[in-house]
């Protein structure tokens, strides 16, 4: 079958709309017709190849759908069901096999070389030439053939072109405080960066009861909306000193730090804020290769630095959470995002990247 997607041809290119072949699912796959698909961070930098998946490629793994056909084997879906999709992971591994997914030991083959588990790609150009999927989905387009693994099933009651962010920045943001952080009530948290990440970690920090929940932006408008959505305190590194601030305000040192903005400089910073027994959580992806200096008699002082996968979570249990936290008013992510029409996935990049838009969405069908 054909379908419509947004193609990544060549380094730092704008995104192309064109037909592509969609190959049926086979054993263990699932068509899904997309719905909305988010555009995240992640997305942007593989476009530019500091993430060097192969090209050209069908990006994009934020989607939300409706399942069309599924493959052998399948049984955690039916034709007609509304999913998220969320990343790949192989299940048998040992992280796999421990009910951590999210730290599959074959997570990047899965995930950045731009073909399913069997090594082979299930898109393809109208003259033959394979195109590399990403994350297992390839969801910038109006349909995509996903592992099972990738699926989750969600309510119907919920609009379904919302939930796509859910299966990456959403659920990478709030499970840093839900699932990796597990703060305890009253305690003092600082976010550094307040895009949909950040935000999404801001919204968590309410949820888990933190007494202190502190917002680090260069843009006041973004602080004002982290203060909307359950931060207590707001600090902008123009007009103060960052570290210093957090110790007065928290008397001496948070006790958990998350970093969103893949600046080394502020990693720095998100650890040097930290009290006795403060852990920071890293979430920013920089390039490959960068590099952070620490104090390392700071560290001494049991202190933790710790990296973060997809907010260390299991989707088929996570986001169904979240959604549930949705619907009883408490974690209100749709104030983050702004649709757009596939065709207007250049726009929607441009407007995410200088930070108009929080999180934007294309709606696809």
Same mark, same amino acid.
């Given at each position: ?85 969320? /990343?790949?992971?192989?299940? &048998? ?13 074959? /997570? ?33 387009? !109006? ?34 405080? #839900? ?40 843009? !006041? ?12 305190? &707001? ?58 200096? #620490?104090?390392?008699? &700071?560290? #001494? ?40 029409? #596939? ?23």
């Amino acid at each position: 079958m054909l379908t419509k997607a947004a193609v990544t041809n060549g380094k730092g290119d704008p995104f192309k709309i064109e037909s592509l072949k969609v190959d049926e699912p086979k054993a263990g796959e699932v068509l899904v017709r997309i719905v909305g698909v988010g555009i995240c961070h992640t997305d942007l930098i593989v476009r530019d190849q500091y993430y060097p998946v192969p090209l050209p490629a069908v990006l994009g793994h934020e989607g939300s759908g409706v399942v069309e056909k599924i493959g052998d084997g399948v049984t955690s879906v039916v034709p007609g069901d509304h999913v998220v999709l969320s /990343f790949a992971s192989c299940g &048998t591994c040992k992280s796999c096999m421990t009910g951590r997914p999210y730290a599959c030991q074959t /997570f990047y083959e899965l995930n950045f070389t731009g073909t399913m588990q069997d090594g082979s790609c299930r898109i393809h150009k109208e003259d033959g030439t394979d195109v590399s999927n990403f994350f297992g989905q390839a969801s910038f387009s !109006e349909y995509a053939v996903v592992s099972e693994r990738n699926v989750v099933n969600v309510p119907k009651d919920v609009p379904l072109e919302l939930l796509g962010p859910l299966g990456c920045g959403i659920q990478t943001g709030s499970g840093a405080v #839900l699932n990796k952080l597990k703060p305890e009530i009253g305690s003092s948290i600082v976010i550094f960066g307040s895009g949909s990440v950040g935000l999404s970690a801001i919204m968590a920090a309410k949820v888990a009861s933190c007494g202190t929940i502190i917002a680090v932006d260069v843009q !006041e408008s973004r602080l004002e909306f982290a203060k909307e959505l359950g931060a207590t305190h &707001t600090i902008n590194p123009k007009n103060v000193n960052v570290v210093e601030e957090i110790q007065t305000i928290t008397g001496g040192g948070a006790d958990y730090t998350i970093e969103t903005t893949s600046r080394p400089e502020v990693l720095r910073q998100a650890v040097d804020s930290l009290a006795t027994l403060g852990t920071t959580v890293i979430i920013g992806a920089p390039a490959l290769g960068t590099e952070v200096s #620490l104090d390392v008699n &700071t560290i #001494l002082f049991e202190k933790k630095v710790t990296g973060l996968l997809l907010g260390s979570s299991i989707p088929q249990i996570f986001i169904p959470q979240l959604i549930g936290l949705y619907k009883e008013g408490k974690f209100p992510f749709d104030k983050l995002v702004k649709y757009y029409t #596939l065709d207007q996935i250049n726009q929607a990049a441009d407007d995410s990247e200088s930070g108009v838009t929080i999180k934007p969405i294309l709606k696809i069908s």
